[in-house]
């Protein structure tokens, strides 16, 4: 096996005490690393089966991930940019002026749930009938971009999108464009054979009551998928980097940017939202990926932003579903009982050019550190405080910030007449060989008095 048997065995246990504790008919959880299924197990039943990696479940809004998935690619063909109101594609009633990027993080201010019935009991209509009986005056809960407000119904109005930009249903761009390149063959919009039956389970007996199911039409882009272990693990691979030329890493990177905060009075900052990425932040490390819940049915897909992209998928057919630690803990027992081995570190050519630009730079009288770690400048202050400033090669071959304050802005070496760097300058701030080189080009000049002891202290 891939991991070890004791290992194994910590796993098989965490789930099992999750199925008797939270009484679930049935749940099935695997271990993803390196964009293998390294472990998977299943606990209850499905009919007279134990459930595995091919028993389908319903993957309720881990749907909207496939979402935007599609809208991004049609950003990146140029079809849309994401600051374009979702009216100039479809109508929208009044939601038509929100953007499309701020619809994707949920951080568009639109009403939470349909007006009514409840949308995820009961069978869905077009979004002609969703506009005219939900996007009216009242449909904006918030200014648009004020706050994270999570919104099933954005996510009906992205899939209507999707339709409308490539005049097929989103279900059947999707199914083209990402299911089938992935060799994802058991997603699909409504149950297929083995699949689990959605239940309720009584609060106060151990009896279950089935829950119904239906087409949502309009809605569906918000959760009507269903998955099985084995396809969420590929499209974990597919999230985590993976990306079979399907969609640009840059991209990808972007989906997982923290755009909103999920905000709880009093509570540290734990969840976020990017583009159709949940984000949260446990203890410092870092998750991205997507819980799903609908009537009979909970899921979760939990990607480690960090080396291995150690991945937890899970699936139980029981409206009130396992417990939120359940990835988590799955996840802490691999990470150290199998902790994941660091590739080997080589040499590396590096131009005499670039050469010549590392080492002790001053910004001012602060001293900072250049140097190069693989493919990235690392421009770092030299006093325990460890904040690094890091660049890399632009298109141009240039040097561009990717993080910190200096993210975006370029550092352009200044040189003097002979060619050689007297000064670098990162977005304005300039940073010199000596502090406050009066030969280097310092904002403000350099005082004709120079470093001189204070006055009244000379001997």
């Not at 027992?333 to 001053?362: F, Q």
Request: glycine letters at 12%; one cysteine or more; proline letters at 8%.
């Amino acid at each position: 096996s891939m991991i070890e048997e004791r290992t194994r065995r910590l796993l098989d246990v965490r789930l099992a005490r999750d199925q008797a504790d939270q009484r679930l008919p049935s749940v099935a959880a695997g271990l993803v690393r390196d964009g293998e299924l390294i472990w998977s197990a299943g606990r209850g039943r499905v009919g007279d089966r134990t459930p595995d990696p091919d028993t389908q479940y319903r993957a309720g809004s881990i749907t909207k991930t496939f979402v935007a998935v599609a809208v991004l690619r049609l950003r990146d063909a140029g079809r849309l940019t994401l600051s374009d109101p979702i009216g100039d594609y479809l109508d929208a009633g009044s939601a038509g002026p929100m953007t499309i990027g701020q619809l994707l993080s949920h951080s568009a201010g639109l009403r939470a749930e349909t007006s009514g019935p409840w949308w995820e009991r009961t069978p869905g209509s077009s979004l002609d009938d969703l506009a005219a009986s939900s996007l009216g005056p009242d449909a904006a809960r918030f200014r648009p971009g004020r706050r994270f407000h999570y919104s099933n119904v954005g996510y009906g109005l992205l899939g209507g999108l999707v339709t409308a930009l490539h005049g097929q249903p989103w279900q059947d761009v999707i199914a083209e464009e990402l299911l089938t390149p992935l060799g994802m063959s058991r997603t699909t919009t409504r149950p297929q054979p083995p699949h689990a039956t959605g239940y309720a389970v009584h609060p106060h007996a151990d009896l279950l009551l089935a829950e119904p199911e239906h087409d949502a039409g309009a809605m569906a882009p918000a959760g009507q998928l269903w998955t099985t272990l084995a396809d969420l693990a590929k499209w974990g691979r597919f999230l985590a980097g993976d990306a079979d030329g399907l969609l640009a890493a840059d991209t990808l990177a972007e989906m997982r940017e923290p755009i909103v905060i999920a905000e709880l009075p009093g509570q540290s900052w734990a969840a976020g939202y990017g583009l159709g990425l949940q984000l949260w932040n446990v203890g410092g490390v870092r998750y991205y990926g997507h819980t799903g819940s609908m009537p009979g049915f909970f899921a979760i897909l939990q990607i480690t932003d960090g080396p291995g992209s150690d991945t937890a998928v899970a699936a139980a057919n029981s409206t009130t579903g396992f417990s939120w630690a359940l990835g988590l803990d799955l996840l802490g027992i691999l990470a150290s009982s199998e902790p994941v081995c660091p590739p080997e570190w080589t040499p590396a050519d590096v131009s005499s050019e670039l050469l010549a630009l590392l080492g002790t730079w001053y910004w001012g009288p602060v001293q900072f550190t250049l140097r190069l770690a693989s493919d990235t400048l690392e421009l770092r202050r030299e006093d325990g405080n460890s904040r690094a400033f890091r660049f890399r090669r632009d298109a141009d071959g240039g040097w561009t910030g990717i993080d910190g304050y200096q993210a975006g802005e370029p550092l352009v070496p200044v040189r003097g007449p002979d060619g050689v760097a007297t000064a670098l300058d990162v977005g304005s701030f300039i940073y010199t060989r000596t502090p406050y080189d009066p030969d280097a080009p310092i904002p403000g000049g350099f005082d004709p008095e120079g470093w001189h002891a204070a006055p009244g202290q000379l001997s």
